[in-house]
């Protein structure tokens, strides 16, 4: 008796089926080689050795954003992404790693010379670049020359450059120097068009970070304090700048009018245009500086001069595991980088929970004898940073001295961390104060009606489904309203009460200076809210000597990877380094729009990290510097 035949649809949907089943055992079975491949190679691979000729120049090719921490990036995630043409996440470097490679190459008797190359430096503040500069002066004082050469000199990579006893620009190069603005996207009308409704609390007249989402410009309180601090910045830069190159600050131009007068002189060469004024010292062919340092340190097989690149120095001078000496006193350094938010969160990003936990860590060694906290935060929930600052409270009270080091930003929820300190330090251009507090709710109430969808329901008390999001789908009503502005306002008192009393001043006094109003480190202490301007090292100098240490070992506190996690990050950090992985290149037309979109990933990306539970931050969004 012959078996029944199958329906149609059965039919199509077992054949849909069985192709799925086979499309998901190909994949599983290419991710599944192309992971033993990748162990097989990291565990027959040796290290390639890195050759340094008896003279040789160290090429300083940063590539990357300059840091204090790098982010916690997943390695398996990253090298599939990047292999399959995915966006790849901007590098970054190590201020340490750089200096420690330029203080070994100035010992190093082979390093003659040092190149630099900085067409890779991304994003990196005035107090990081200053560190990696002290280096360079420390390099040349041994006697030892610096150049710096390259096709294009933006305002970061002339900094560096700066340091350099000769700037060299290719013949067609520019170099442009065009100040510091910030210029953050408002979205007030989108959410307007989308029918989504802005609830703000705030407190303080200065407090713009929510004006993005309430405004279309910039209001004229935001624009009179923000053009206050870039001012000083700017300031600063050129000033630096203008002593090491030795001309006058009327040489930097700063409005198109008086560009174009220079340029037009130049007949319309950019190059000529940088050469005729002193920012640059010679324009040169890769061959003419190839042959200038093939005189200084000789020529290699390769037909170029004897040089070892920054990665490769690296290798020699940077142990991959360090081990702490267990009979020495210590230094502890807790880094804060990154928007702080509730709970734990991975390096790049300050978890008020996992903070807390590595300060705790350093309160119950008994080796560690004070702590560092450096931070370079904008800030974020007012929950965390009150969690961390608990934390640094007991730190004192067993008897650690605690050094809060203010990085490039240390604002809002970032100086809310720093005051219960017992020393405050800063650098002159840090971007700290923004002391004040506010509340942000989005609802879709109107968005729903207009798609024909409601929330409806009962519940025993007019608060019943707050903490289920009901106010997200049905709005605020008055009296809620009425009682975020209140715990906001209530947030702010205490604020610039735990300001007031960690740093003995008056809460008439704090406040004068708060209501969210950015200073820089400078500034600062002139109103008493740092104690010192310093670099990173004093700061360590200070809580060695607050602790009553002569001889001690720096140690930084971290989150310690998971024996898997370690595993594929030393295995797949390996692979990406050394090339083994494919890469598919990027037209300029796709890097372009990146470029485009990076600015309102960067304000959606914070947006999802606000998880303060009583929906109160401290944030600072003008801080970040265009």
């Keep these: 008796m012959s078996q029944p035949q199958k329906g149609l649809f059965r039919r199509i949907f077992g054949a849909m089926w069985r192709v799925y089943k086979g499309f998901r055992s190909i994949i599983l079975n290419i991710i599944f080689i192309f992971f033993v491949l990748i162990i097989g190679i990291s565990l027959f691979s040796g290290e390639e050795k890195v050759n340094i000729a008896e003279t040789s120049a160290l090429i300083l090719n940063i590539n990357g954003d300059l840091v204090e921490q790098k982010r916690y990036v997943d390695p398996f995630s990253a090298i599939i992404n990047e292999g399959l043409g995915g966006q790849e996440e901007q590098p970054e470097v190590l201020v340490t790693d750089v200096v420690k490679v330029i203080q070994q190459a ?3 008797k082979r390093i003659q010379v040092m190149v630099l190359d900085l067409s890779g430096l991304g994003r990196a503040s005035l107090d990081k670049m200053q560190v990696v500069g002290a280096a360079i002066e420390e390099f040349k004082a041994a006697g030892k020359n ?250 004192r009270e067993a008897g650690k001295p605690v050094i809060a080091s203010m990085g490039a930003v240390a604002a809002s929820g970032g100086y809310w961390i720093a005051a219960p ?93 708060a209501q969210g109003r950015v200073w820089t480190g400078r500034q600062a202490l002139e109103f008493g809210l740092v104690d010192k301007l310093g670099t990173f090292a004093d700061a360590v100098a200070a809580a060695a000597e607050k602790a009553g240490l002569s001889n001690y070992d720096i140690k930084v506190m971290q989150h310690e990877l998971a024996p898997f996690e370690q595993m594929m990050n030393d295995l797949f950090g390996a692979a990406s380094v050394r090339g083994w992985l494919p890469n598919i290149s990027q037209s300029p037309e796709r890097r372009a729009l990146q470029q485009l979109t990076q600015q309102i990933k960067q304000d959606f990306v914070l947006m999802n990290q606000f998880n303060d539970p009583n929906g109160i931050y401290s944030y600072c969004l003008v801080c970040r510097i265009d």
């Design 421 to 513: 300190a017992n020393e405050i330090w800063a650098a002159p251009t840090t971007i700290t104060g923004s002391i004040g507090i506010f509340g942000l709710l989005h609802t879709l109430e109107n968005s729903l009606s207009t798609l024909g969808l409601n929330v409806d329901g009962v519940g025993t008390t007019e608060l019943a489904g707050l903490s289920g999001g009901l106010p997200l789908y049905q709005g605020l009503n008055p009296q809620a309203q009425q009682l975020f502005q209140l715990l906001i306002e209530r947030g702010y008192s205490e604020f610039l009460t735990m300001v007031g009393e960690n740093r003995n001043m008056s809460i008439e006094a704090v406040d004068a200076v």
């Design 146 to 395: 610096v150049f710096a050469y390259g096709g294009f000199f933006g305002q970061n990579q002339y900094f560096l450059a700066s340091y350099a006893d000769e700037i060299n620009l290719m013949p067609m190069g520019a170099v442009i120097l065009e100040g510091y603005g910030s210029f953050p996207m408002f979205y007030k009308n989108a959410l307007e068009k989308l029918k989504i409704n802005t609830h703000v609390f705030r407190v303080g007249t200065y407090k713009s970070a929510v004006e993005p989402f309430i405004r279309d410009d910039m209001s004229a309180e935001a624009k009179e304090a923000n053009a206050a601090w870039l001012n000083e910045l700017w300031q600063d830069y050129k000033e630096q700048v203008a002593a090491r190159r030795g001309f006058s600050l009327d040489n930097f131009d700063e409005t198109y009018q008086s560009l174009f007068d220079k340029v037009k002189l130049a007949e319309g060469d950019l190059s000529q245009y940088a050469l005729q004024n002193r920012l640059v010292d010679a324009l040169k062919t890769s061959h003419q500086f190839r042959e200038q340092m093939i005189a200084l340190v000789g020529a290699n097989d390769k037909h170029t001069y004897n040089h070892v690149s920054f990665d490769d120095y690296a290798k020699l001078v940077i142990p991959s595991k360090t081990i702490d000496n267990p009979l020495t006193d210590k230094v502890a350094v807790v880094v804060a980088r990154g928007t702080i938010v509730d709970g734990t969160a991975r390096a790049g990003t300050v978890g008020g929970d996992s903070t807390a936990a590595l300060l705790r860590r350093a309160r119950f060694d008994d080796k560690v004898k004070a702590v560092v906290l450096r931070i370079d935060s904008g800030g974020g929930s007012a929950f965390a940073s009150e969690i961390i600052g608990q934390e640094i409270t007991l730190l």
């Design 106 to 108: 100035t010992k190093d």
